[in-house]
């Protein structure tokens, strides 16, 4: 049984890859920072298989502690899930300073940590899967996203890097890339906003976290092992 961890786990695209995991008969660990009240009660669907922990992936203490705690219940990671992320549209003249070091701290540097933290124990085993979670905006760029697409940027190129990196150690890295996704990052959309970004995407509608959860599941699957550094655009066909 693969244990599994899951960054920005309560919500969203990380909440649905938490039950789609679960659901495969995975150990998952949940990892949240804000959102207790969620993780909790996702965690409590799936009596004694998910594991909810809080840390700010942007904190490497906590990020170690997470670690410790994952493997003294389940045991070392098998599979790392960098889902945790933040939002922001601003103009760039009107960034400050410290916004654009928490994009980057909680997206890129999060990574950063994490994967450093679970490398060890893959390599040992020759056997483990790492999949970052990017977007679209970090392989065109958006505007009013200069941060937002700066970080995901970055978490493209580090999982190129780690995957030719670690393929020798039977570790596979890999990223997907969600388009317009109907997570809780879209509220503040009106309706006619909503129909205007579906009708630009080529199938005609808003992604799901559950079909972007499903892209996560397989490329952390004995069927992807033959898959390292590429990005998968889960995104309807909006960016090819």
Request: hydrophobic share 45%; glycine share 12%; aromatic share 6%.
């Amino acid at each position: 049984m693969r244990t599994v961890l899951i960054t920005g786990g309560s919500r969203g695209i990380g909440a649905e890859a938490v039950r789609l995991f679960a659901n495969a008969g995975c150990r998952v660990v949940l990892n949240y920072n804000a959102s207790e009240e969620a993780a909790k009660a996702l965690a409590a669907e799936f009596a004694g298989r998910v594991l909810p922990v809080r840390a700010d992936v942007a904190c490497r203490t906590e990020v170690e502690a997470m670690f410790r705690r994952a493997e003294a219940v389940f045991g070392g990671v098998d599979v790392l899930i960098c889902n945790a992320g933040v939002a922001q549209q601003k103009l760039f003249t009107d960034l400050t300073e410290g916004e654009w070091r928490r994009m980057l701290d909680v997206h890129l540097t999060g990574a950063f940590h994490c994967c450093q933290c679970a490398l060890p124990h893959m390599i040992r085993q020759r056997w483990g899967r790492i999949v970052t979670v990017s977007s679209m905006w970090g392989q065109v760029g958006g505007s009013c996203e200069a941060a937002y697409s700066a970080a995901k940027a970055g978490l493209i190129g580090l999982t190129k890097a780690l995957a030719k990196e670690e393929g020798p150690s039977g570790v596979t890295v890999n990223c997907v890339a969600p388009g317009v996704i109907d997570t809780d990052m879209m509220a503040g959309f009106s309706e006619a906003d909503r129909s205007a970004l579906a009708d630009e995407t080529p199938v005609g509608a808003l992604g799901t976290p559950r079909q972007v959860a499903e892209a996560l599941l397989f490329l952390a699957g004995e069927r992807a092992g033959y898959i390292t550094g590429q990005v998968l655009g889960v995104n309807g066909g909006l960016v090819i």
